[in-house]
């Protein structure tokens, strides 16, 4: 008996032994995964964080889902890059540039907008750009010169833009004042020729605006489709366009924010999605999401009050 009960200890310990490699085997590729992830945050820069007196009271205008930017931090010396004026800030993700058209100028020459600051903490969204390529020395940047957007009446206009993301551990490298010109090799945007087809045939999106749930009409073409949605209570304003540029710096995800703003007295409660994709032909078609709950990546990032989604199909 004592040599079958040896027999049976032994089975059970080569199979637990067996177990405890086939688990190892299984998490390894998601270790490897993950520490990139861990020691991208880790990577501490500094950033300069600012936005155009002109956005004070016209944020609307930026599309973004929320602002970090304090009331101190409006100013015009935004505008012409590195300033020693300009409040940095510690970010472990890419420092951030956004700039673009005032829609609501008028004349050959508009008045540019600018938006500088830590890009996870300003959009609430982790970006892969500096790890997914088409970046050159540590910056990716994106450049859309008919940029489809809402001027303050609500007529669509088109407004050149670029969304730069940088990563070099140089004080404030989010400097840059200027959209690309043909004549200065440094202004190219290199990011916008990286990955802008779909399988090689041109990404077809929905173009379209309603007060409504949803909206799937015209179409357009670029490199991303977008969508956003406003929504108070049972009522929606939903609109769909394509773009060379993606606000958030990740493909096929949404940004999501409450928005709290008075009329009169009365407080009104609203909340904004904002969404880029390129996975799919008109993948800008579905009005509704699901979300993604990852235990492991909740303990990097604290995404304050925006959350991460991604298309349903």
């Known amino acids: 008996m004592n040599h079958i009960e040896g027999r049976e200890g032994q089975s059970v310990y080569h199979s637990f032994i067996r177990t405890q490699f086939t688990l190892s085997t299984m998490l390894l590729p998601l270790l490897f995964l993950i520490l990139p992830l861990i020691s991208t945050q880790l990577q501490t820069r500094s950033c300069m964080t600012c936005a155009s007196e002109g956005l004070r009271s016209r944020w609307f205008l930026t599309g973004l889902p929320t602002s970090s930017i304090i009331d101190s931090q409006f100013t015009s010396d935004c505008d012409g890059g590195i300033s020693n004026s300009i409040q940095r800030e510690p970010c472990s993700g890419p420092c951030y540039t956004y700039m673009f058209d005032d829609p609501d100028s008028r004349g050959d020459t ?23 390529g088409g970046t050159q020395n540590g910056v990716f940047c994106e450049y859309d010169s ?28 989010n400097k840059r004042s200027r ?15 990286y990955n802008n087809t779909l399988n090689g045939s041109p990404l077809y999106c929905y173009e379209c605006s309603k007060n409504d749930w949803n909206c799937n009409e015209n179409r357009c073409y670029k490199k991303y489709c977008g969508k956003s949605v406003v929504s108070m209570g049972n009522s929606y304003s ?10 958030l710096g990740l493909d096929n995800s949404c940004a999501y924010t409450d928005i709290v703003d008075t009329a009169g007295d009365i407080s009104l409660n609203m909340k904004y999605t904002m969404c880029m994709c390129k996975d799919k032909q008109y993948c800008n078609s579905s009005p509704s999401f699901s979300s993604i709950f990852i235990l492991l990546l909740s303990t990097l990032f604290s995404l304050q009050s925006t959350t991460l989604f991604i298309f349903n199909h």
Do not use: W
């Open 110 to 132: 508009p008045t540019v907008l600018f938006v500088r600051g830590c890009h996870d903490q300003m959009v609430g969204v982790v970006s892969d750009r500096l790890t997914s």
């Open 146 to 173: 008919s940029y489809s957007r809402p001027d303050s009446r609500g007529k669509i206009v088109s407004s050149k833009t670029l969304v730069e993301f940088c990563g070099t551990q140089e004080d404030a490298c």
């Open 179 to 193: 959209f690309p010109s043909t004549s200065g090799v440094n202004d190219i945007c290199t990011g916008s020729q």
């Open 238 to 247: 939903i609109r769909k366009t394509c773009s060379n540029v993606n606000l």
